[in-house]
C-alpha cells in the first residue's frame, strides 16, 4: 500500500510540473495596485447597473468569443458585480484566456459604458494585442501600452460596428471640438463616429485615472505628454500619456480588419516607417525600433530639449504650433 501511495504522490507531483502555470500581470490589472473600493451598496456607486455590466460584457463576448476560438483559446469571462475592487485583470491558462470584470470599477461615476467597453478592451488587448509585450513570465501578454493603443485601435471599433453597443452610456461626442475634427479628417459615416466615441471613452476613463493618482491638471486632447522615453515603458503610462494612446488608437487610419501582429510594430498599425503621421503610439511609453525614420527637424529640437524645458520646447515647437493653427494633434 505504501509503494502504491508513493507511486500515486509521484504521479499527482509530475501532473502538477507539467501542468501550465498561469500569468498573472506583474502590474495587477487595468490599474495600478490599489486599495479602492466601491460596494453594491456604496453612495459613491454613480456608475454603471449590473444591467449596464452585463450587457457589455454580453456584446463583447459576442465579438471577440469566436475570435479567441480561432486561435484555439476559450474566453472566460468572471462577472464579479458583487466585488467592490476598482480594477480589471486577465490571465491565460494553457488555451484559457480569462477575464476577472469587477463590479466596483464598474460602479465608478467616471464609467460609462462605452467606458466599460474600453476597459474590457484593454485587457483583451493584453492576450491579442502583439508587440510590444511585456518579458519573462508575462511573455504572453501585450505591455500596458500597446493594450491601451489596441482597445481603441481595433477592439473598441468591432465593438461599436456591432448593433448592439448602440444603446450604451456614453460622453456627449461633441464635447470635445478637437476629437471630432480629427476624427473627421480621417473617417467617414459610422467610423468617423465610432473614432470620436473611442477617443471620448478615452477621456472619460482619464478622469478615472486622474483621481487615482491625485493629479491636479486633468488630462486633455490638447495637452500631449511631451515625455520620451529612452526604454520601453512595459508598466502604467502617466495619466496624459493613457489618454494620448487611446486618442491616437482611435485615430489611426489603418483598419480594424487588419491584425496586429507578435513580432512586427507595423502590422495593422500607424507607424513613421509606414509614412503615417496620424495615429502614432506615443513616445511618452513607446520606443520605436532603430529603423524607425528620424524625426523631423521640427520635432527634433523639441524631443532634444532637457525635461526641466520640455513645457517651452512644446510651446516653441513649430510643428506643435501648426498644428494647434490647424486645430488638431498629429501625435509623435
Known amino acids: 500500500m505504501r509503494r502504491v501511495a508513493l507511486m500515486i504522490c509521484s504521479a499527482a507531483l509530475f501532473a502538477l510540473l ?7 500581470l506583474s502590474d495587477g490589472g487595468f490599474l495600478p495596485e490599489n486599495d479602492w473600493k466601491i460596494p453594491v451598496d456604496s453612495k ?48 491565460r491558462i494553457g488555451n484559457r484566456y480569462i477575464f476577472n470584470m469587477y463590479g466596483g470599477l464598474a460602479r465608478h461615476a467616471a464609467i460609462t459604458q462605452d467606458g466599460f467597453a474600453l476597459v474590457m478592451c484593454h485587457e483583451l488587448g493584453h492576450q491579442l494585442g502583439g508587440v510590444p509585450k511585456y518579458g519573462g513570465y508575462n511573455s504572453w501578454a501585450s505591455n500596458e501600452g500597446q493594450s491601451d493603443y489596441f482597445a481603441n485601435l ?11 453597443s448602440l444603446s450604451f452610456t456614453r460622453p456627449a461626442l461633441d464635447a470635445d471640438p478637437l476629437a471630432a475634427k480629427v476624427c473627421a479628417s480621417q473617417f ?104 524607425e525614420p528620424a524625426y523631423p527637424a521640427a520635432d527634433a529640437a523639441r524631443f532634444g530639449a532637457p525635461a526641466s524645458d520640455s513645457a517651452e520646447a512644446l510651446a516653441k515647437s513649430g510643428a506643435f504650433q501648426s498644428l494647434s493653427q490647424a486645430g488638431l494633434w498629429q501625435g509623435l
Request: glycine share 8%; hydrophobic share 35%; proline share 8%.
Open 188 to 291: 467617414s459615416g459610422s467610423e468617423r463616429e465610432a473614432c470620436v466615441r473611442g477617443a471620448m471613452a478615452g477621456l472619460s476613463v482619464g478622469t478615472l485615472f486622474q483621481a487615482l493618482h491625485g493629479d491636479s491638471v486633468a488630462p486633455r486632447f490638447d495637452t500631449p505628454d511631451p515625455k520620451v522615453v529612452a526604454s520601453m515603458m512595459d508598466s502604467h503610462p502617466p495619466t496624459q500619456c493613457r489618454v494620448d494612446t487611446y486618442f491616437q488608437g482611435s485615430i489611426c487610419a489603418k483598419p480594424a480588419s487588419q491584425d496586429v501582429s507578435d513580432s512586427s510594430v507595423d502590422a495593422g498599425t500607424c507607424t513613421r516607417s509606414q509614412n503615417f503621421k496620424l495615429g502614432l503610439r506615443p513616445r511618452c511609453w513607446y520606443k520605436p525600433p532603430a529603423s
Open 44 to 91: 459613491d456607486a454613480k456608475g454603471l447597473t449590473q444591467a449596464q455590466f452585463n450587457q457589455v460584457l454580453d456584446g463583447i463576448a459576442a465579438v471577440y468569443r469566436p475570435i479567441i476560438q480561432a486561435r484555439g483559446g476559450v474566453m472566460e469571462i468572471n462577472r464579479k458585480w458583487d466585488d467592490p475592487t476598482v480594477n480589471a485583470s486577465t490571465s
Open 154 to 164: 481595433k477592439c473598441l471599433r468591432k465593438v461599436f460596428a456591432s448593433g448592439m
Open 18 to 24: 507539467l501542468a501550465p502555470q498561469t500569468p498573472v
